[in-house]
Each structure stands twice: as structure tokens, then as C-alpha cells.
């Protein structure tokens, strides 16, 4: 079984801990499947996952007001292969249809899953459900040693990778590894440290992530609503197309948004039906608002010799079209294969080669998908004339273009 915390690590008063072939430092949704893929693919690795909080892989709990994670379709097909899919599908809901529309305008379009031969354009899970699935699967491997609480306060740079300095239960211990990824997050404490400078662009916005009720089912609908300050998306939950729950993600300038984020339900539910329209019918109920605000985060270098950014630490997306995630686990999957490559060609895990061929590997589909994310936010969030009239006549000839509608929808289903 995989280890946890300090059960097989030994004597805390040991200094030097036993080195790893991989450190993953965070312990998040990217970083968890990032250490299950490297396991599944390549079982004689020796990996050690460090997060700063405990792993409690038996805590779970269904609530209205948990937070949620849209699942492309080409995400489904990455965690079937690590053995994730089955217990992860007895919580999560089908989105059978994309409705997308601009306020104000006639322009839209409908992505539906039939037209693919899919069962789901994607797929809405809680993250309590996806914590607890993903915890759970590291069980499985007993070569990922799993450090939980602990931080990592110094990244050395070595011939051979990386010595790491790591604090836990007032210890301070070290342990080599030839290959480091920071998978923790976009305010990354050792990017920094290592003098990794990020390019950030501020949108002016913030997102308000709530989940709310209807008094229609949600029919396994999900809606992209954008209007001139900013998108709304809205995404089907609970295990049934008769549910009323959906999970709001609300985009709107910032001053605005901690308006409603402070207002009274009764205020929220009816500036949001102004907003979002009816076709969701009329909305009932409010769960807790959290905001976020929101901004464009790329690292000026996600490879370098034995080290690799993952997730947020390496590039965070406006949650518009609900692609972070997805994204990071094709990075996931991408890493993992040229690491297997790699390993059968000879090569270590030290080799500039091998995070050279997996960054041309990943550079196409991460710059289209950031500027699909970007671009959506830039062109539907402003009350520009001229741009509203292009992106209406856009969204117009995405039904009556086929090959453009299907292009789309390859690239948002994640599988491009």
C-alpha cells in the first residue's frame, strides 16, 4: 500500500531521506494524477508526492455548496487509463448539450454529444468526489511515497536533478530526485525561488462560483451565456437529468461582482435571471458565493534540466470555457509518455532531451487552447459594436459551417 505521511519513512530524527526518481511538490488534482499516470505507465519509478496538507482519502461529504470540475470528453479517456473513470462515475453528471448564446443577440449554437457519437460533450464532478477518488487511487502504488503534511522549502539544483530540503512535524529532512515538477499551484512559492518569472495579464474580473436551483431539470444541459461584462456558464449537477441543481460560474468586473457576491440571495437570483435569461427557467435558491478574481498566468519557462511546471504553476486559464484542468491533464499524459520514451531510449530523467520532446510535444495544444480561453474572454466580454457584430455573425456561422462548428468542439472536448 501506498505509503502516507511517515508510516514507512522510519525515525523522524532521520536526516536523509531515501531519494525518489520523481518529486511532484503539490498534491492537487494535477499533481495526484500526475504521480498515478507516471505509476501506471512506468511501475519501477520511484516517486515521492509532497503536499502541504493531509491526505484524508476517507472524507467525503456531498454538499450543495461543494465547488465543481468540468471533465472533457478526452479527459474521460486519460483517467480510464490510470483507472480513475469507474469509481469516479457513481458521482458525476453527463452534460449532453453545450447551449451557447451572446445577450442581446440571435447568434448561437448547440454542441451536442450525438452529433459526435459521444454519450456526453463532457462530463461535472464535485471536487470533494474527485479529492477523495484521486487520494483514494494513490493507494494502489507502492512505489509513490506520499509526504502529507509537508513543504518544501529549498529546490537545490545538482548534476543528476534536484536536492530537496523538506519540513514536517518540526523536521527538516532531504532527499534527492532527477526530476522535479511543481505542481503547486499559480503562486508557486519555489517557481519563484528558482527565479521563474510568470506573464500575467489582469482582466478586470472576477468569477462568482456558487451553485444554485431551478425551478426546471436541468436535462444534462450546460449554458454559455455571454454578455458585455462577462460570461456566464452553468453546469448540470447530481447523478440524474431531473435534478435542479447547477453550478454557476459568473464573470463580471470585479467592483460588480463583490456587489453581488455581498447582496442578499433574493438580490442575487434575480440580478442573475436579468443577466442569464430563462431558459433554465426560474431560479429558486443560492448556495454560498465564493470569488475568485481572475487573470492570465503563463511561466516564462515551464522545462528546464530535471525540472517541469504542471497545472497553475505552469499556466492559469480564465475558467471561461472550463479547460484548466483538462489541459493540465494532457500535460500529465504527455509527460508521462515521453518519460517512458526516454527511459526506453537509455536516457535519465536528467536529460534536457526528454522535457524537450514533451514541451514541442504539448506547445500546440497549450497555445490553442489558452487563446480559445483568452480570445472568448477578450471578444464576449465588452460592449464593443464592432465586435459585437463579428462575434454574433461567429457564433451564426458555427451551425451553418459544419467543419468549423466541429473543430470547435474537438478542441473544447479535449480531443483536438
Not at 498534491?27 to 520511484?46: H, Q, T
Not at 493531509?54 to 471533465?71: C, E, I, K, Q, V
Not at 454574433?392 to 466541429?406: I, S
Amino acid at each position: 500500500m501506498t505509503s502516507i505521511d511517515a508510516n514507512v519513512e522510519g525515525p523522524l530524527n532521520k536526516r536523509q531521506l531515501d531519494d525518489a526518481d520523481v518529486a511532484i511538490v503539490g498534491g492537487g488534482m494535477v499533481g495526484i494524477s500526475l504521480a498515478v499516470l507516471l505509476a501506471k505507465e512506468n511501475p519501477d519509478l520511484r516517486i515521492t508526492l509532497l503536499e502541504s496538507f493531509p491526505f484524508n482519502p476517507s472524507d467525503y461529504h456531498s454538499s450543495f455548496d461543494a465547488r465543481s470540475t468540468a471533465l472533457s470528453a478526452g479527459s474521460r479517456e486519460i483517467l480510464e487509463r490510470c483507472g480513475l473513470w469507474l469509481p469516479l462515475s457513481e458521482h458525476l453528471t453527463r452534460i449532453r448539450q453545450v447551449h451557447v448564446s451572446d445577450k442581446g443577440h440571435f447568434g448561437g449554437s448547440v454542441l451536442d454529444a450525438r452529433e459526435y457519437g459521444l454519450d456526453a460533450v463532457g462530463y461535472v464532478v464535485e471536487n470533494p468526489w474527485l479529492g477523495k477518488v484521486l487520494a483514494g487511487r494513490l493507494e494502489a502504488f507502492q512505489r509513490i511515497r506520499c509526504l502529507a503534511p509537508a513543504s518544501v522549502s529549498k529546490a537545490q539544483a545538482t548534476a543528476r536533478g534536484y536536492c530537496l530540503t523538506v519540513e514536517r512535524k518540526g523536521q527538516v529532512q532531504e532527499f534527492n530526485c532527477q526530476l522535479l515538477v511543481l505542481a503547486d499551484g499559480v503562486n508557486s512559492q519555489l517557481r519563484g525561488q528558482l527565479g521563474i518569472a510568470l506573464d500575467q495579464q489582469d482582466y478586470d474580473q472576477s468569477a462568482i462560483i456558487a451553485n444554485i436551483i431551478a425551478d426546471r431539470p436541468h436535462a444534462g444541459v450546460a449554458y454559455e451565456r455571454f454578455t458585455a461584462d462577462g460570461p456566464i456558464a452553468l453546469l448540470p449537477l447530481g447523478e440524474s437529468d431531473q435534478s435542479h441543481t447547477m453550478a454557476l460560474i459568473w464573470t463580471l468586473p470585479t467592483d460588480r461582482a463583490e456587489a453581488l457576491g455581498h447582496c442578499s440571495d433574493g438580490e442575487f437570483l434575480q440580478g442573475l435571471q436579468d443577466y442569464f435569461g430563462y431558459r433554465q427557467g426560474v431560479f429558486q435558491k443560492v448556495g454560498v458565493r465564493h470569488l475568485y478574481p481572475l487573470q492570465l498566468s503563463l511561466a516564462k519557462e515551464q522545462v528546464r534540466r530535471s525540472l517541469v511546471l504542471m497545472g497553475n504553476a505552469a499556466h492559469s486559464l480564465h475558467p471561461v470555457a472550463g479547460q484548466g484542468f483538462n489541459l493540465a491533464l494532457r500535460d500529465c499524459l504527455a509527460l508521462s509518455e515521453a518519460l517512458g520514451v526516454a527511459r526506453g531510449a537509455g536516457l535519465g530523467l536528467h536529460d534536457p532531451c526528454l522535457l524537450h520532446a514533451y514541451i514541442q510535444k504539448q506547445a500546440a495544444d497549450q497555445r490553442a487552447t489558452i487563446q480559445l480561453s483568452d480570445g472568448f474572454v477578450r471578444w464576449f466580454s465588452n460592449s464593443d459594436s464592432a465586435k459585437s457584430l463579428l462575434r454574433n455573425l461567429g457564433l451564426l456561422a458555427l451551425d451553418a459551417l459544419p467543419p468549423a462548428k466541429r473543430l470547435l468542439a474537438w478542441q473544447t472536448m479535449g480531443l483536438g
